[in-house]
């Protein structure tokens, strides 16, 4: 377990999926992580690598074969190397093993960063190409907020803001996660989504198109806020267990398959990919208010 610490917050990260566990706010007092209790989610803020969201046939086409990866990768279940710890700064690490190429036939070292600055944490994945041919994959965050913050207040006094004013067409997903390609306009007030208890009923919400880069989740009833940024992720996720009292916001580079028939991985929807001796970095922060 690595803790990142100043006047501002304290943010826990174990090495099981590199996965955040806490984000406490020290002025307020307020623990703003969903705290994984397993009966509803068993999940904090799992990382997604090396695919976003579920795969035809649970595989992955590459060079001509078929390799069977779960939904949204193994990353989160495997057991990362902290090669970093400071105070305010932690290093998680992921290197290509005879378990990984089961799933993913590259060599790589796969980095989760987490550094802390004031009251906003900044978490950037790093993808070192090791290989001698480019890397495809897909990367993705997936940290659930609780919501509400504090005792006493109502799910629905909450809403996500987005950073403009703009329609919110979901793209639809199949009872088994896949895309249908059909879409719908989410009802919005302005540039607010309310909260309710049924919002995920049909699954998350998907957005592929939005102008936004940061989203807020706010209360009706004070100020305290979390604003999550994400200046390199086109898509970006919203969803929780339905009736459940958090709220995930996941930018996401990548995304599920669509139904239809297996692509291989270079022709997969908003595929990444990294050149030999080469380092890809996307980075999104969370912060408090």
Not at 10 to 38: C, M, N, Y
Not at 216 to 245: C, E, M, Q, T
């Amino acid at each position: 377990m690595a803790t990142l610490e100043n006047d501002y917050l304290r943010v826990s990260i174990r090495p099981e999926g590199a996965e955040l566990t806490s984000i406490f706010h020290k002025p307020s007092g307020i623990e703003h992580l969903w705290q994984a209790d397993p009966a509803v989610w068993p999940w904090h803020a799992p990382n997604l690598f090396p695919v976003v969201g579920g795969c035809l046939n649970n595989q992955l086409l590459i060079d001509g074969k078929t390799y069977p990866i779960a939904r949204h990768g193994f990353a989160r279940q495997s057991v990362f190397e902290i090669t970093e710890s400071t105070k305010t700064h932690a290093i998680f690490s992921l290197r290509s093993s005879d378990t990984t190429r089961e799933h993913f036939p590259y060599e790589f070292d796969f980095q989760l960063i987490y550094e802390l600055d004031g009251a906003t944490l900044t978490v950037t994945y790093r993808l070192a190409n090791e290989d001698e041919q480019p890397i495809y994959f897909s990367v993705g965050a997936h940290p659930a907020f609780a919501v509400p913050f504090t005792p006493g207040e109502a799910y629905e006094e909450y809403f996500v803001e987005f950073e403009r004013e703009e329609p919110l067409e979901t793209h639809m997903l199949s009872s088994v996660g896949y895309f249908t390609g059909e879409t719908k306009l989410i009802p919005t007030t302005g540039n607010q989504l309310p909260l309710t208890k049924h919002l995920f009923d049909a699954d998350a919400l998907v957005f592929k198109n939005l102008a936004s880069r940061r989203v807020a989740i706010r209360s009706n009833k004070h100020d305290h806020a979390i604003l999550v940024s994400y200046p390199k992720f086109p898509y970006l996720g919203l969803w929780a267990k339905p009736g459940a009292s958090f709220v995930c916001v996941e930018p996401w580079l990548g995304c599920a398959d669509s139904e239809g028939a297996p692509k291989p991985i270079q022709q997969k929807e908003a595929i990444q990919h990294v050149e030999v001796n080469k380092v890809f970095e996307a980075a999104f922060t969370i912060e408090v208010r």
